[in-house]
């Protein structure tokens, strides 16, 4: 995955806060997600703002431990929401 890509919330998900859990109810594809830990995080910082290299730098200072296990779980979590609907491709900023 190119990690300069930005993301965003697909518009017809309808997010819900539940204590730091997140609830993502997708009405056109008639299913929910439930997300917690980094999973939320991501979620979170998907607003078409961030470039996948910035979420993985965000999440990596809250586990700086786990960098290189952060990274691959970042990508895969961004490529499962984005595969599923939920996350929709804003832009690939050029070098």
């Known amino acids: 995955m190119d990690t300069k890509k ?3 919330h697909a518009p017809d998900c309808l997010p819900e806060d539940m204590d730091g859990e997140i609830l993502v109810y ?3 594809m008639a299913t929910t997600l439930h997300l917690n830990g980094p999973s939320s995080i991501v979620w979170g910082l998907c ?3 961030h470039s996948v290299a910035d ?3 965000a999440v990596t200072e809250v586990y700086p431990d786990q960098a290189t296990q952060v ?4 990508i895969e979590v961004v490529e499962g929401l984005a595969n599923k ?5 804003t832009s ?3 070098d």
């Open 6 to 8: 930005i993301y965003r």
């Open 26 to 28: 997708s009405p056109s």
């Open 47 to 49: 607003t078409g703002e």
């Open 55 to 57: 979420i993985i730098e």
């Open 71 to 74: 990274r691959e779980d970042i």
């Open 85 to 89: 609907g939920f996350l929709i491709l």
């Open 92 to 94: 690939t900023p050029s």
